[in-house]
């Protein structure tokens, strides 16, 4: 039993985590036990624990009196989220830049993979920047520190919900900067420079601060 409980909780986090990070579940949205129990189909009490569960992980937020939400960001938020992103990816990428045992092979194939990513000037949304992802995640993986590709993973997921949110228009600028930011990223370490690769991430980085500052 413990161990179907468990799993009960899980399926509902996993539902609802989901929910949240692709905007199906927009910032503010009421999130009601017992609404959700009938939707899902199953009792209160993993529902509950699911919502603790997020609401440790930043995505719900319990308003006494009122009852549990999907979690709203500020400004402040997007910047700290931001910041901790420099920290860490100018800090890795350079590492990474200066691997002995970086693979270059692997290094240009994800290059091609993301020039090719770059041919249908009508995407919106995500769809603009999963490739752009792929190039953050590469670079974790390259580096082979599990401990922190399970951290940057937990950004990953913050990052997708605010880029969901905030570009859900057709951003062809932003859109066609990005893409030369990323092409800069990858090209610098496969130059196997660190200068050149930190300045690209912290370049990429502070640009698309700015630019979701312009829009919130």
């Known amino acids: 039993m413990p161990n179907s409980a468990k799993s009960k909780k899980m399926i509902v986090y996993e539902n609802l985590k989901r929910r949240i990070i692709t905007n199906a579940l927009k910032p503010g949205d009421p999130l009601n036990e017992g609404i959700l129990s009938k939707e899902l189909k199953i009792s209160k009490t993993p529902v509950r624990e699911a919502l603790q569960q997020l609401e440790k992980k930043g995505l719900v937020e319990n308003i006494p009196g009122k009852g549990a939400f999907v979690s709203r960001f500020t400004f402040q938020d997007i910047r700290e989220l931001f910041e901790i992103r420099e920290i860490l990816e100018c800090?890795?990428?350079?590492?990474?830049?200066?691997?002995?045992?970086?693979?270059?092979?692997?290094?240009?194939?994800?290059?091609?993979?993301?020039?090719?990513?770059?041919?249908?000037?009508?995407?919106?949304?995500?769809?603009?920047f999963s490739p752009g992802d792929q190039i953050h995640s590469f670079i974790f993986a390259a580096y082979g520190n599990r401990k922190l590709i399970r951290e940057y993973k937990g950004l990953q997921e913050q990052i997708v919900r605010i880029t969901l949110h905030f570009f859900t228009q057709n951003r062809q600028e932003r859109a066609a900067q990005s893409f030369k930011e990323h092409?800069?990223?990858?090209?610098?370490?496969?130059?196997?420079?660190p200068l050149r690769a930190?300045?690209?991430i912290r370049n990429h980085l502070q640009n698309s601060l700015e630019y979701l500052k312009s829009v919130i």
């Open 198 to 200: 930190e300045e690209a």
């Open 91 to 128: 800090e890795v990428t350079r590492r990474v830049a200066a691997k002995a045992d970086l693979s270059l092979a692997e290094a240009q194939a994800i290059r091609d993979k993301f020039a090719a990513s770059d041919t249908n000037s009508s995407r919106t949304g995500k769809s603009y």
């Open 183 to 193: 092409l800069e990223i990858i090209d610098a370490l496969i130059a196997r420079d």
